[in-house]
């Protein structure tokens, strides 16, 4: 069974001056270019809205996806990462994709690589760079992130992370489909 999807959406987006998920893009937003990309690869997107009760947290919640909470807040991506295996245990699953909410041009078949990967505690894409979190994390990693997370002060390096696990790497052909926005689009000039 294809995993779901879980889009991290939780951060602060300081550099986009905050609310990066409604950021506009194209005709739409950040958020919902990511989701139109994913969701014909998966059978359900999530939306990790990190800290409930938050402005962004209201905000996401009219994309007509599931929401889920960090546990955890402010320690970085990873506190989604974990809310997402959290999820996806609760739900029965064995794994959890994740993909950040600023990548509007991800590969149409991310999905389907990370599945045909060799196993591993985690699969994620390396290019020109790490992109960690465009990844296929198993859900018995839950326990060992809680821990690493608790003991961290101020968050932790996904690299750093990753670094303790067995990890499958996809070469990838195409750096700029994992292209993540982190500024506002310039204005007309």
């Not at 879980?6 to 987006?13: R, Y």
């Not at 194209?26 to 990790?48: C, D, F, H, W």
């Not at 609760?90 to 999905?111: A, F, K, Q, R």
């Amino acid at each position: 069974m294809v995993p779901k999807v879980v889009i991290l959406a939780g951060g602060e987006g300081k550099r986009m001056g905050g609310h990066k998920p409604f950021a506009p893009y194209g005709y739409s937003t950040l958020i919902e270019a990511t989701m139109a990309r994913l969701k014909p690869q998966t059978r359900e997107i999530v939306i990790n809205a990190g800290a409930p009760g938050t402005p962004l947290a209201l905000s996401l919640s009219c994309l007509n996806a599931r929401l889920i909470f960090d546990e955890l807040t402010g320690l970085g991506p990873l506190s989604g990462v974990l809310s997402a295996l959290d999820m996806a245990k609760t739900d029965g699953d064995t794994s959890v994709i994740t993909s950040p909410c600023d990548m509007p041009h991800l590969p149409v078949d991310m999905v389907t690589q990370l599945l045909a990967a060799a196993p591993a505690d985690v699969v994620y894409f390396k290019g020109a760079r790490d992109y960690p979190l465009c990844a296929l994390w198993q859900i018995s990693l839950a326990a060992a992130l809680r821990d690493a997370l608790k003991k961290a002060e101020g968050g932790l390096a996904v690299m750093r992370f990753l670094a303790t696990l067995k990890t499958e790497c996809i070469d990838v052909s195409d750096d700029a489909a994992f292209t993540n926005i982190n500024h506002p689009p310039l204005a007309p000039g």
